[in-house]
């Protein structure tokens, strides 16, 4: 098998990763069908002050966004990131020992990949962030996310990563545009840190060069996100990186809530939407027509409301993590 790190010697890791796709879609029909539906995909966008959220009718994610994760029926499943289940078509490019990348067969960016961890492990991230930076130092030119076990993960059980080309989510170039008028929570030599309180939802975003600085921002927001969720196997989060010019961006996404009210509606009253990465990127996607139909501008301000840290919450966390950040990192 090809290892990433050998191949992106000779071509650009999105010339390798592009190829490594297109041959996919040859030789695997479930991939070339659903990568040829996804160019007929209906999308929309609303507009707020500033910056905007897409809609992507996509109806192959609806095993994604309707996907049971309770520990009965993961139990009762067999997995589909393990070898032994993956379809004989899929093929993989290395990633060190531990991770293979796969081209994920229902996209929603036109090129998808699922990043998935050799060995049936819990989805964790504090353990593996490092192979996160990592990845998406190799993968310049691609989004790598992290779903959280409670977060949108469809595999909780194991461990991985997708990416997606830069681009595609409105918080690619609104990030760089909106970052002078968050709240400062760290300035230095090495690393900025930003809190984000009036982009629907809640975020913190890292600028570094520093694969160390980037960890040790990431232990202090971890740490203290941890206290304020004693109860959960890991605080509640989804997390976007990308790795341009030498500097490392992440958005951390600390969260309350797994799916909406919506989600559990029934009748006219649902929408079936299950809020994870790309829809904190700001790319909703709606596995069914009528919820891409209905869905409305005050929607989708409710859904981020009731899925992000509430403001005082994020006030709080915010604020130990300025505290210490500009104690520890001068
Ligand atoms: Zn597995």
Redesign the pocket.
């Known amino acids: 098998m090809n290892q990433l790190l050998e191949l992106i010697r000779k071509k650009s890791a999105a010339q390798v990763l592009r190829e490594f796709a297109e041959l996919q879609k040859l030789s695997w029909p479930l991939a070339a069908t659903n990568y040829e539906g996804l160019k007929t995909v209906k999308e929309k966008q609303f507009q707020f002050d500033g910056f905007q959220v897409k809609v992507q009718f996509n109806p192959e994610r609806m095993r994604s966004s309707a996907a049971k994760v309770d520990k009965q029926s993961i139990a009762e499943r067999k ?5 032994d ?1 993956r379809p004989a078509e899929q093929d993989a490019i290395a990633f060190g020992n531990q991770f293979l990348i796969l081209v994920n067969p229902f996209p929603i960016f036109n090129t998808h990949f699922t990043i ?2 050799n ?2 492990i819990d989805q964790r991230f504090i353990p593996n962030v490092r192979s996160l930076l990592e990845l998406a130092r190799a993968m310049e030119g691609f989004t790598v996310f992290y779903n959280g076990p409670e977060c949108g993960a469809s ?1 909780p ?2 461990l991985h990563f997708q990416a997606g080309e830069n681009g595609f989510m409105p918080i690619g170039d609104e990030f760089d545009r909106l970052k002078s008028s968050a709240r400062k929570l760290f300035s230095g030599s090495t690393a900025d840190v930003w809190a984000f309180d009036n982009y629907l939802r809640k975020m913190i975003s890292v600028e570094t060069n520093s694969m160390e600085v980037a960890l040790k921002i990431i232990g202090i927001y971890y740490t203290h996100f941890q206290a304020m969720q004693p109860e959960k196997m890991e605080p509640m989060m989804n997390a976007l990186c990308t790795f341009s010019g030498g500097k490392w961006t992440i958005h951390l996404f600390p969260r309350k809530l797994h799916r909406p009210r919506q989600f559990f509606a029934e009748g006219n009253d649902q929408l079936l939407i299950s809020p994870a990465s790309v829809d904190f990127g700001g790319v909703f996607i709606t596995p069914r027509k009528v919820d891409f139909d209905k869905i409305t501008i005050k929607d989708i301000e409710d859904i981020y409301n009731q899925v992000s840290l509430n403001p005082d919450a994020f006030q709080e966390l915010t604020e130990k993590i300025r505290q210490d950040l500009n104690r520890i990192l001068i």
């Open positions: 997995c589909f990131l393990c070898i289940n998935s961890c060995s049936h595999a059980d194991h």
